[in-house]
């Protein structure tokens, strides 16, 4: 089973930044799908930021446009890890971030939280105005 464990969540005042991590075990994390989503309380889980992998090396940044130009996925496959860089945040960032992965994600769902297998437990970001 793959376990990811998140961590770089807390306070910060807005104009602030963090830098989420996320760590996966495993010894394929280099060919799988990882992928960020957050969910603020009563609200739909949502789609934030991608890195998709399509062969030979590849990786494919996306993100939504709620956070594009703010926010910046990259990945250290020496490490198994995922980051997900803040900048700039907004209260309306506060949100539980999740990471997620998955050995298969096409170039049209990357963004649909039902296609990942594998999901972390969260960290809390709040961002106070």
């Known amino acids: 089973q793959v376990q990811l464990v998140e961590s770089g969540g807390g306070l910060v005042q807005a104009g602030g930044s963090l830098r989420l991590s996320c760590t996966a075990s495993?010894?394929?994390?280099?060919?799988?799908?990882m992928g960020w989503f957050r969910q603020a309380p009563g609200k739909e889980r949502e789609f934030v930021a991608a890195m998709r992998w399509s062969g030979g090396g590849v990786y494919y940044a996306e993100y939504a446009d709620s956070v594009k130009g703010r926010f910046t996925i990259s990945r250290d496959n020496a490490k198994n890890t995922v980051y997900l860089r803040m900048n700039n945040l907004k209260p309306e960032d506060t949100a539980v971030y999740y990471c997620?992965?998955?050995?298969?994600?096409?170039?049209?769902?990357?963004?649909?939280?039902?296609?990942?297998?594998?999901w972390g437990q969260g960290t809390q970001v709040t961002v106070s105005s």
């Open positions: 495993g010894r394929s994390f280099y060919s799988y799908a």
């Open positions: 997620a992965a998955d050995p298969a994600v096409s170039s049209s769902d990357y963004d649909l939280a039902r296609v990942y297998d594998y």
